[in-house]
């Protein structure tokens, strides 16, 4: 007689974690993840950052110029106060 081999039931399994091979893990992906940040978030914040870091020393200039115009106005002069390059 022929002995086929037994096929476990249902309830013999081990109730366990699904583990798949080949598929990485918590660590793993969390490695994954942290180099993925590194890689193309820094970068982004960087240029972010440098971008506002030049925009503020116009936006500054406006604000100065904003407040001449005001207090040229508020004096009751009619005449503009003009650009920096006037002014020096």
């Known amino acids: 007689m022929v002995a086929f081999p037994s096929v476990p ?3 013999a399994l081990s109730a366990g974690p699904l583990v798949v091979p080949g598929v990485p ?6 490695v994954i993840l942290l180099i993925a940040i ?3 978030g ?3 914040v960087l240029v ?3 971008y506002f870091y030049l925009r503020r020393d116009e936006s500054i200039e406006e ?4 407040i001449a115009d005001l207090e040229a106005e508020q004096t009751g002069d ?3 106060t003009g650009t920096d390059d006037e002014q020096s």
């Open 9 to 11: 039931s249902l309830t």
């Open 25 to 30: 893990g918590a660590p793993e992906l969390f």
């Open 38 to 40: 590194l890689l193309f």
């Open 42 to 44: 820094l970068p982004l």
């Open 48 to 50: 972010a950052g440098g």
């Open 63 to 66: 604000l100065e110029q904003r």
């Open 78 to 80: 009619s005449q503009a």
